[in-house]
């Protein structure tokens, strides 16, 4: 089956941070249509508006959402096409209880703490014939830039053990250089999305971290055209999740 993280074709709509309004305009300009996010005021300000926290699009028009996102943002959903199903898990302020839809999907597999899953989104998974490879970081979205079906760039050295033990091709990373306000750092996969075929819309320049030179090599390795929002550093935004 098809990632739903990766689009194929032409599509409409994606959501990103409801605070993230000049990253949006990027967007908007581009000729994409953006949902924001509202606050979910059980979690922490930094992560309280990610979608990667939220939310997890299973394709084909469904989206998987926590029961505390507002019911206005639910609402909105609905109102561009999608088909929602609500989670069983409630997030809460301290990990691991804000990790249970930050699951990262590549083709037909899904990488997460498997502990930690919300349980609606496992089923879910499973009734689409999706192959689990459990890792231990929760924050498994965050720390996942997807790049196609079969790579991926991470600063997780767990992840990526598992990942190219299975046979996919990643990028291992420092830590670091992604901006997230109240933190040392953020993670590279919440920093970015593709908005297209090998079309990668990154909210900032890698120029500040250490493996930018890494990073370009790899992306212009698998033919990634890189689409900047801003010229600032790259900021952790919680992903841009393509949607329809």
């Known amino acids: ?35 924001y996010t509202e606050k979910c005021a ?28 507002t019911p206005e943002f639910i609402r909105k959903l609905k109102l561009i096409g999608l088909k929602v199903k609500i989670g069983q898990t409630f997030l809460k302020r301290n990990y691991p209880y804000d990790i ?8 037909n597999t899904a990488f997460h703490n498997f502990k930690y899953t919300d349980p ?3 089923e879910s998974l499973e009734k ?26 991470t600063s997780d050295k767990g992840i990526f053990e598992v990942a190219v033990s299975n046979g996919f ?11 997230l306000k109240g933190f040392e750092y953020g993670f590279i996969g919440g920093a970015m999305g593709l908005i297209g075929e090998k079309k990668l819309a990154v909210t900032g320049v890698f120029n500040s971290h250490k493996n930018y030179e890494k990073i370009i090599e790899f992306l212009n390795k698998k033919g990634i055209e890189i689409v900047y929002l801003t010229f600032k550093q790259i900021k952790d935004i919680g992903s841009i999740i393509p949607l329809i």
């Open 120 to 122: 609606v989104l496992r």
């Open 169 to 179: 091709e990643a990028l291992l990373i420092e830590p670091g250089g992604v901006f």
């Open 128 to 153: 689409k014939g999706v192959k689990f490879l459990n890792v231990k970081q929760g924050y498994t979205k965050c720390n996942m830039a997807i790049i196609d079906d079969n790579s991926f760039i």
């Open 1 to 35: 089956m098809s990632n739903p993280f990766v689009p194929h074709g032409n599509f409409k709509w994606v959501v990103i941070d409801g605070r993230e309004r000049e990253i949006g305009d990027s967007l908007s300009k581009l000729g994409i249509k953006v949902l």
């Open 42 to 69: 059980d979690l922490y300000d930094a992560i309280s508006f990610h979608p990667d926290i939220l939310l997890h699009p299973l394709g084909d028009r469904e989206i998987i959402v926590a029961p505390n996102v």
């Open 100 to 107: 249970a839809y930050n699951v990262a999907r590549l083709g």
